[in-house]
């Protein structure tokens, strides 16, 4: 069964672009949750999604959105990129309701701000 | 606001040594407790998951505690190996808001 699968792998931009990532679940599963790690603030948890419902949301600025299509597959933007964006970030999915539900990670989106 | 530590921020072992990482928290209305393995580049893989009304979880050389009481919770490895080497990641799940906090972790080296 293949696992969670998180595209692109890296990716560099500048200040002000945006940017979209994805995050393609294990199969059957109806959650996705997005985290964003950084050596400063650590992980910290973004949004999560249930059948294409923002189900709950961290202390992000709206710059960060997201939404999840009727396959579960799951799509994070961040808007006029600044350099405190650079971050690893992490997906996740869980076959209800997370977290309380098992959650399985992807490896990540590495995110380099120039 | 949930607040959640983890001391120490690194630490080296020698190989076949028991260790204990140790993770607290400030508000005791969790959820559960989880601990989590990151290595270098990865994402995170669950090692144990403690829910609030038990008091520890085993998983092979692994035990995890927690004390909701005095907001500590420690993971015991026994015997450790070269490929323990990761960093350790703790985590609450608060009962009022369902969102995961996450200590910044314990970088472990185990020397061979």
């Known amino acids: 069964k293949a696992g969670v699968t998180q595209t692109p792998r890296y990716l560099i931009k500048t200040r002000g672009q945006q940017v979209t990532l994805s995050c393609s679940p294990i199969?059957?599963?109806?959650?996705v949750s997005w985290y964003q790690q950084t050596p400063g603030q650590g992980l910290q948890f973004l949004f999560e999604?249930?059948?294409?419902?923002?189900?709950n949301k961290g202390n992000f600025p709206g710059r960060f959105s997201g939404r999840q299509f009727s396959n579960s597959r799951s799509e994070m933007n961040v808007s006029t990129l600044e350099l405190g964006d650079s971050a690893l970030y992490l997906c996740?999915?869980?076959?209800?309701?997370?977290?309380?539900?098992?959650?399985?990670f992807g490896d990540g989106t590495r995110l380099s701000i120039l | 606001k949930q607040e959640v530590t983890q001391i120490p921020a690194a630490l080296s072992v020698p190989e076949g040594e028991n260790l204990v990482l140790n993770c607290s928290f400030t508000?005791?209305?969790?959820?559960?407790l989880q601990w989590f393995r990151q290595d270098p580049g990865k994402g995170l893989t669950s090692l144990l998951l403690?829910?609030?009304?038990?008091r520890e979880q085993t998983s092979g050389r692994l035990n995890a505690s927690l004390d909701k009481s005095s907001g500590r919770s420690t993971l015991y490895i026994a015997a450790s190996q070269p490929g323990d080497s990761a960093t350790y990641l703790c985590?609450?799940?608060?009962?009022?808001?369902?969102?995961?906090?996450f200590g910044k972790g314990t970088r472990l080296h185990i020397l061979p």
């Open positions: 996740a999915s869980s076959l209800g309701q997370g977290p309380r539900e098992p959650q399985h």
């Open positions: 199969s059957g599963h109806r959650s």
């Open positions: 999604y249930f059948s294409e419902t923002q189900r």
């Open positions: 508000d005791s209305a969790i959820y559960n």
């Open positions: 403690i829910q609030s009304s038990q």
């Open positions: 985590a609450s799940l608060m009962n009022r808001d369902d969102k995961i906090i």
